[in-house]
Each structure stands twice: as structure tokens, then as C-alpha cells.
Nanobody, 132 residues
């Protein structure tokens, strides 16, 4: 069974850090570009970050640049999202997704936020709550 499983979410105070993990089973992530997405209550899902397959090139939404860092460990079949200096507006369900091939296709969702299209597999999400 092909699946992605996110973990590492939770409650954190503003300014704190969390590291999310996205573990794949049933397929090898080294043939896929991986994206992280988030969806806040009442808002559209948006693309947060993406890491390419071959050269590890990364992309970030403007709202998380300098605070979030995506990385991959193909030996562990896992991708990570390190989130620092968290803000209340980062509160959302975070999803990882995989697309076969080298790059994420960057576009915009209906709200105009960055989005990565054409993902083949999705995880079920992990909740991140930033609150004092």
C-alpha cells in the first residue's frame, strides 16, 4: 500500500519550533519531488515548500522564507519540514505530498497563494497549533 504519513505536529508557543516528518511506505521517495502544504480553518490549501528529486533544490512560500527549512533523507524514505519562529498564523493542518519526477509544478490557488500542482500521493495531515 502506497502511503505518506506526517508526524510531528502539536501545540507550540509563538516563537517556538517544530519539525514535521513525512514518511513514505510502499514506494521510494527518491524518485519524487516532495511538497509540504497547509490548510488553515476556512482557508484554501496552500503550498509551503517543495524539494526537488535530483539536486535537492528547494522552494518556499514568501510567508515562511527564512523560518522554515525542507530537507530529505532518501535513506530513511523521509522528508522533513523544520519550522522555526512560529507565528499564530502558521496554525494549520500540514500535509505532505509527492509527485513523480524531479520538480514541483508551481502555481497559485484560487486565493492567489502559492500552490504545487499535480501531486500523485497525499498524506492525511498533522495539526500544528501556534498559541500562547
Amino acid at each position: 500500500q502506497l502511503q505518506l504519513v506526517e508526524s510531528g505536529g502539536g501545540l507550540v508557543q509563538p516563537g517556538g519550533s517544530l519539525r514535521l516528518s513525512c514518511a513514505a511506505s510502499g514506494f521510494n521517495l527518491d524518485s519524487y519531488a516532495i511538497g509540504w502544504f497547509r490548510q488553515a480553518p476556512g482557508k484554501e490549501r496552500e503550498g509551503v515548500s517543495c524539494i526537488s528529486n535530483s539536486d535537492g533544490r528547494t522552494k518556499y512560500a514568501d510567508s515562511v522564507k527564512g523560518r522554515f527549512s525542507i530537507s530529505r533523507d532518501n535513506a530513511k524514505n523521509t522528508v522533513y519540514l523544520q519550522m522555526n519562529s512560529l507565528k499564530p498564523e502558521d496554525t494549520a493542518v500540514y500535509y505532505c505530498a509527492a509527485v513523480f519526477g524531479d520538480h514541483c509544478t508551481v502555481g497559485r490557488n484560487l486565493a492567489g497563494a502559492k500552490y504545487y500542482y499535480g501531486m500523485d500521493y497525499w498524506g492525511k495531515g498533522t495539526l500544528v497549533t501556534v498559541s500562547s
